[in-house]
C-alpha cells in the first residue's frame, strides 16, 4: 500500500463537520463511532456483522494485544486485519491509557513506562519506540502517539508536567514512525481542563506535524459538563484539514455534544459492554431488558430501528434470553446497540449535508425526552 491517507472535509454546519477519511483499505465517513475490538475482536460480533451495522473502522488494543497474543505473533500470521478477518481501516491506541490504569503496578520515567502484566504479573516497558514498533508489528491504519494520562482531578502542576511529558514523547513517537506511506499517525492533545495547556499541546503537536489530532485526556472522571467546557475551545486548537478524535467517548448524548463542537472521531466500550448487560440504547432512552416490566412485551426494542434484534425479536424474548443467560443475549443487544450508534452517526452525517443540523439534533434530545430512563 503506497497511497497516503488523507482527509477530505466536505460540509460544515456550525462548529459540526462531516468529511471522508481515504485510506488504501477503505473510506472512513465522518463523524464516525468506532466500536473497540479490544482482543481483536468485537465482543459478541462477527467482523462481518460489525460492518453490516455501518462500521467503517475498528479500534484495537496495543496494550492487550501486546500482552496476548502477542504482536510479534500477529505479525508471523499476517497482521491485524487478517488475523481478524477485517479488511478495512483499523485504529490502534497506544496502549498508555491502559497502563495508566494500572496504577500501582507502573513505574513511570522521561524513557516510558515499566508495568506488570494484569494477566500473569510478567514485566515490560513501553516506550514511544515500543509502541510505534508494536502498531507497525499489528499493521494498523491509524497508529496512535504514545502519551501520558493522568487521571482526573489532578493538580495543575501535575497536569502541566504530565502533558509535557507527552509532548516530548510525542516527538518521539513521530520520529519512531518514520515515512510510512498508506498509515497515518495521530497526535494527541492533552492538559487536562486548563485553556493555557490545550493551547500550548496542540502548538507543540502542530510544530512536530501529524496526519490527525486527538483530544485525549477527557472521559476520565470529570464529568460531561467539564468535558463539554473543554470541547468548547480545544478542537479550535488544532488544525481544521485535519480528522480530530475524541478518545474513549461515550455515551450517545456526548457523541452528539462532541460532534456539535467539531469532533470528527469517536471510540467507546459502551455499546458492546452494554449489551452484555442488558443494557439497551433507544430513540427513546434507555432500557434494562432484565427488568421484569418487558417479560411479556410483544414490541422490538425500538420500533424505528432495522438491526435483526429489532426486525425478528420480541422485548419478551430478549429479557427471556437474558434472564436465561443465553449466549444469544449479547449478540443481539449488541448487535442493536452498534447499529443505534451507526445511525446516530449517519443521522448527523445526513444534517450536516444538508445544514440542518441543529433541527437533528433537537429531535434527538426530544426523542429521548419522551422515553423514560430504566434504572439498572
Not at 440504547?281 to 438491526?307: M, S, W, Y
Amino acid at each position: 500500500m503506497t497511497a497516503r491517507i488523507s482527509f477530505d472535509l466536505q460540509a460544515s454546519d456550525g462548529l459540526a463537520r462531516t468529511g471522508v477519511i481515504s485510506t488504501p483499505r477503505g473510506e472512513i465517513r465522518t463523524p464516525a463511532f468506532m466500536p473497540v475490538g479490544t482482543a481483536a475482536t468485537v465482543k459478541a460480533m462477527m467482523p462481518e456483522s460489525v460492518r453490516a451495522t455501518g462500521a467503517d473502522i475498528l479500534l484495537g488494543n496495543t496494550y492487550h494485544l501486546m500482552l496476548r497474543p502477542g504482536a510479534e505473533r500477529i505479525d508471523r500470521l499476517g497482521g491485524l486485519h487478517r488475523f481478524m478477518n477485517w479488511d478495512r481501516p483499523i485504529l490502534t491506541d497506544s496502549g498508555g491509557f491502559q497502563v495508566m490504569s494500572l496504577a500501582g503496578l507502573r513505574k513511570l520515567t522521561e524513557q516510558g513506562v515499566t508495568f506488570k502484566s494484569h494477566i500473569d504479573g510478567s514485566r515490560h516497558e513501553l516506550t514511544p519506540e515500543r509502541s510505534m514498533e508494536i502498531q507497525k508489528l499489528l499493521g494498523s491504519d491509524i497508529v496512535m502517539c504514545f502519551d501520558e494520562c493522568p487521571a482526573l482531578p489532578a493538580t495543575e502542576k501535575a497536569v502541566a508536567e504530565s502533558m509535557r511529558l507527552s509532548m516530548r514523547w510525542a516527538q518521539r513517537s513521530k520520529d519512531a514512525f518514520g515515512d510510512r506511506p498508506g498509515h497515518a499517525l495521530f497526535g494527541i492533545m492533552q492538559g487536562g481542563v486548563t485553556p493555557e495547556l490545550r493551547e500550548e499541546s496542540a502548538e507543540a503537536l502542530r510544530a512536530i506535524g501529524f496526519d490527525g489530532y486527538a483530544v485525549g485526556g477527557l472521559a476520565v472522571g470529570e464529568g460531561q459538563e467539564a468535558m463539554f467546557g473543554v470541547l468548547d475551545y480545544a478542537p479550535g486548537f488544532l488544525p481544521q484539514d485535519k480528522p480530530r478524535y475524541l478518545m474513549g467517548v461515550g455515551k450517545p448524548d456526548d457523541i452528539v455534544g462532541a460532534v456539535k463542537r467539531g469532533i470528527d472521531m469517536m471510540d467507546c466500550v459502551l455499546p458492546s459492554r452494554s449489551g452484555r448487560t442488558g443494557q439497551v440504547f433507544t430513540r427513546r432512552g434507555v432500557l434494562n431488558i432484565k427488568n421484569a416490566r418487558h417479560q411479556d412485551d410483544p414490541r422490538p426494542l425500538d420500533e424505528a430501528c432495522g438491526c435483526p434484534a429489532c426486525r425478528n425479536y420480541s422485548r419478551a424474548y430478549l429479557h427471556h434470553v437474558f434472564r436465561s443467560q443465553e449466549i444469544i443475549s449479547s449478540m443481539l443487544l449488541t448487535w442493536h446497540n452498534l447499529h443505534y450508534f451507526q445511525d446516530i452517526m449517519a443521522g448527523m452525517r445526513d444534517a450536516i449535508a444538508n445544514a440542518r443540523f441543529a433541527e437533528w439534533e433537537a429531535g434527538f434530545h426530544a426523542g429521548r425526552a419522551e422515553g423514560d430512563i430504566e434504572p439498572l
